[in-house]
């Protein structure tokens, strides 16, 4: 079965729009002196490098299943608010007072911060450390095997993380919980950037897009058709790493690439909140079930993420140039990539562009975090079953998305583009009920509603809150949506736009 046409006028834009961000990326990349590059001695096309193996394959896949987050970023910031808001009291009574629906605060240096605020700085401390990591070695990674070591370090960690909460069982931990948090979650964000760079050098070795390299090479298709596949073949991987574990056959046969790791990731996210069940029901009275949860959880993890490092083919980058350290290398390739911009205007346009999205996306998934965990009283059980909804939709809305672009001939910028819009209106949403005591956010706080988005110094005590419990629900499942394609989406834009060799910069 073939795809069914689509307007010719938009196609043609569209081969137009994807020629020229090809070929800006190869005009900027042999512009640059030979000596600085990073893939002086790669092969561009790939022709040297082994074919992915079927269960080399499914490693990648395995890996993504288990790396779903839900230890580290769900329970485990859920665990350390928890414990934060037992220890805390209610400022307005004095030390000593538990804290009700109010403002929590807890001892912070001299004085007193809000639970919420302590979490948020939490949240700001990891992502500064782990931007000075993915500065410093992340374009090192390039080089030679180092990569390859670097995410099994960073997965270890994230694993020895998750299996010290069983270490958290008492409120006067809390400050415990926050380092494991924090260990857990830079860890965790490091292997999802670090698995993410294996992906454009895994996807130009596939079967089909070495097939495709060797037709385009003896002039069988144009570059516009071999183009257009090689985009397909991309997204085909990245979507069904985030869908259904019985379609890995399916997946392995079909002819796109960029949606398979998202697949499965969904795949591990309903799989693994599902078994969290088997805990969180039969021992709902045990005062240790939440740390039993988490340990569940990174088990999983462990036993489907095993394989890649066992079933991974070397795939070196060329060796470090001589005279230069891995220490150093990251700046000054960060360096030699910013005296590009005018070569590379489409992907540094698309960097600036996602790290702003990226950026807001991620402040207001960690406020509603704070506001459903306070809502639903820090229940893992209530989470699950609103990560359930989450994982349902977003394992259908990735294959969706798949079908459309596949069977529609969509580009995957388009795609992209529609992600992005409803991640907009995710915040603006919460902005109604500044106007409004229906829906949206809201405080209890007399500050002004703009004052409100975050926990501020001048208003740290309270955080917004939506003003109805459905309201969960519904982001929730808007979330499952459109952000589980955004991700998938966003990685093969990635990938159409990185030079070959410069994967991990």
């Not at 079967?207 to 003896?218: M, V």
């Not at 990174?298 to 991974?312: A, D, K, R, S």
């Not at 208003?459 to 939506?466: I, V």
Request: aromatic residues 14%; contains cysteine.
């Amino acid at each position: 079965m073939s795809p069914p046409e689509h307007d010719t006028h938009d196609s043609d834009m569209d081969i137009k729009d994807a020629d020229a961000d090809a070929k800006a990326t190869e005009l900027a990349v042999s512009s640059l002196p030979i000596s600085s590059l990073p893939i002086s001695s790669l092969p561009i096309d790939g022709k040297d490098e082994p074919i992915v193996t079927r269960r080399e394959l499914w490693s990648y896949y395995l890996y993504y299943n288990g790396d779903n987050g839900v230890g580290p970023l769900g329970y485990s910031m859920t665990l350390f608010q928890s414990w934060a808001t037992a220890a805390g009291y209610d400022p307005s009574a004095g030390p000593g007072t538990p804290c009700t629906a109010g403002p929590c605060v807890v001892p912070w240096g001299s004085g007193t911060r809000s639970v919420s605020s302590v979490v948020l700085v939490a949240n700001g401390l990891s992502f500064a450390v782990m931007t000075l990591i993915f500065t410093t070695i992340g374009s090192a990674a390039d080089y030679g095997t180092f990569g390859r070591w670097l995410l099994l370090a960073v997965t270890v960690v994230c694993w020895a993380a998750q299996f010290a909460s069983m270490a958290l069982t008492s409120a006067s931990r809390w400050r415990t919980a926050m380092a494991l948090y924090m260990l857990g979650f830079i860890s965790y964000g490091a292997t999802l950037v670090f698995y993410a760079a294996l992906f454009p050098r895994l996807a130009r070795n596939t079967a089909r897009s070495r097939t495709l390299r060797e037709q385009y090479d003896r002039g069988e298709v144009s570059r516009e058709d071999y183009e257009r596949e090689e985009s397909l073949e991309k997204n085909r991987v990245s979507n069904i790493s985030t869908v259904r574990v019985h379609l890995w056959r399916d997946a392995w046969a079909a002819a796109d690439w960029g949606g398979v790791a998202k697949t499965h990731s969904n795949i591990g996210y309903v799989v693994t909140l599902c078994l969290n069940l088997s805990i969180l029901l039969p021992l709902a009275s045990n005062p240790k079930v939440n740390n039993y949860t988490i340990v569940l959880t990174n088990g999983y993890w462990v036993l489907t993420g095993i394989w890649w490092f066992i079933f991974q083919q070397p795939r070196p980058g060329p060796p470090l140039p001589k005279g230069e350290h891995y220490i150093t290398i990251g700046w000054k390739q960060i360096a030699l990539a910013l005296r590009q911009y005018r070569r590379l205007p489409y992907t540094f346009v698309y960097l600036f562009a996602y790290f702003l999205l990226a950026d807001g996306l991620n402040t207001t998934g960690t406020l509603i975090s704070l506001c459903q965990n306070t809502k639903f009283s820090f229940s893992f059980l209530q989470n699950t079953y609103l990560g359930l909804a989450q994982a349902v939709t977003s394992t259908a809305a990735t294959l969706g998305f798949w079908y459309v672009q596949r069977w529609g001939g969509v580009r995957t910028k388009r795609m992209f583009v529609v992600t992005n819009v409803v991640t907009i209106l995710i915040p603006l949403w919460g902005m109604v009920g500044m106007w409004t005591d229906k829906i949206g956010c809201v405080s209890s706080s007399s500050s002004p509603p703009f004052l409100l988005s975050f926990p501020t110094p001048l208003h740290p005590l309270t955080p917004p809150r939506f003003h109805n419990a459905w309201e969960f629900w519904f982001y929730n499942v808007i979330f499952g949506l459109f952000q589980a394609p955004y991700y998938a989406f966003a990685q093969t834009m990635m990938a159409e736009l990185t030079p070959p060799g410069f994967d991990n910069m």
